[in-house]
């Protein structure tokens, strides 16, 4: 007598059990990085057989597609994230503030709580200091689980009172070859002079404003570097006015999703941050090649090794210096390059990254299977 072939279940779907169910959960404050890092993340667990419901705001599905990723799409209304919440087994928040609207959709309900800390800026001081340190010690201890993408950002999570804080540097996917750089500079009128690029939000903590100064040295150079600065937010009236008044080799690109394009045609990139977890834009430079001068700030260093000139947060004179040098030096450019390119490939893959995670959520269920 013949018998159907058994068909075994996806990875992470253990024999007899129903598909996991798990709620990712974004907020209006997320930035490229988070939202890059849950469309990799929801590729993964839906091709690994996981039911996943991406909860965000509707513009963040406009620019990731989550649903075409194979998740199933949730408005971040507080009414419609609870009741996604419901049915879950685990729900899993990027950044502190998502993890606080996550932490009161569960609360009653037996549903595991995974926080990643990507890193949501630099600690202010005063009385906004005080409530974000309060709003990190409630979600630290509300979690199950902490992921941080950085050791600082482990170490911080532990200091707040976390039970289970671990390392978890994720890995986004990587853009498209650009297949003629010379296209890219020419759109952006620089043929026979270097470009710089920095790409990221226009806020205080990326430190535009050191930027600016270092490119008021660079305007003595011949030929003069044209800086592009992909990226939008609050400060643009504020740079796009110093850039007029100084006459600055700057201009700003406003909100690009082409930013890794742009990436592979520049001679240096520049990360000018006053403070940064695991930077998108480092990861995007380094895979194409491009010599990078960051700021050591946060998880930065941990993240680029060698394969970056790092200079200190805050200081416009030693990042002109730094960027200058490498102009001047082709040689260092390409062992910088090489270097880069060298650490890029000692982090993990997107599927590593989605493999912890899921580990993370089995583990998790375990707990809740032996309790029950």
């Known amino acids: 007598m013949s018998s159907s072939p058994v068909t075994p279940p996806a990875p992470g779907q253990p024999y007899g059990w129903p598909p996991l169910r798990t709620v990712q959960v974004l907020d209006d ?5 988070s939202n890059a890092h849950v469309r990799s993340l929801a590729t993964g667990l839906a091709a690994r057989g996981v039911r996943v419901t991406v909860c965000a705001p509707v513009r963040a599905e406009g620019e990731y597609d989550f649903t075409g990723a194979g998740a199933r799409f949730a408005p971040d209304a507080v009414n419609v994230l609870r009741a996604a919440c419901a049915t879950a087994d685990v729900v899993h928040a990027h950044g502190v503030r998502a993890g606080m609207r ?7 309900r037996r549903v595991p709580l995974v926080v990643s800390w990507h890193g949501d800026g630099p600690a202010a001081g005063g009385a906004l200091g005080r409530l974000s340190r309060m709003l990190e010690r409630h979600v630290a201890r509300a979690a199950a689980v902490v992921l941080g993408a950085s050791s600082d950002q482990v170490d911080l999570a532990r200091l707040r009172g976390a039970r289970d804080a671990r390392l978890a ?5 990587t853009g498209s070859p650009v297949a003629d750089p010379g296209k890219v500079r020419a759109e952006l009128g620089v043929v026979e002079r270097p470009l710089l690029i920095a790409v990221g939000s226009l806020v205080e903590h990326r430190g535009y ?27 643009r009236a504020e740079l796009s006015r110093r850039i007029e008044a100084e006459g600055l080799p700057v201009r700003l690109l406003g909100r690009r999703r082409d930013a890794a394009r742009l990436l592979a045609a520049a001679d ?15 990861q995007e430079a380094l895979r194409a090649g491009v010599p990078l ?3 050591a700030v946060g998880g930065v260093p941990e993240l680029v090794g060698d394969g970056a000139v790092l200079v200190p947060p805050g200081d416009g004179a030693a990042l002109a210096s730094a960027v200058t040098g490498l102009l001047a030096d082709p040689g260092r450019r390409a062992a910088l390059a090489e270097a880069g390119r060298a650490q890029a490939a000692t982090w993990p893959s997107e599927d590593d990254t989605v493999a912890q995670v899921l580990s993370v959520y089995d583990e998790l269920m375990e707990r809740e299977r032996v309790r029950r």
């Open 29 to 33: 404050r997320a930035g490229a990085g």
């Open 102 to 108: 996550a932490a009161l959709a569960v609360r009653g």
């Open 169 to 173: 540097p994720v890995a986004v996917a």
């Open 209 to 235: 404003a050191e930027l600016l100064d270092a490119a008021r040295e660079w305007r003595t150079l011949d030929p003069a570097p044209l800086l592009v600065i992909a990226g939008e937010g609050p400060l």
């Open 268 to 282: 240096v990139a520049v990360l000018p941050s006053r403070w940064e977890a695991r930077a998108l834009p480092a």
């Open 293 to 295: 001068v960051a700021t």
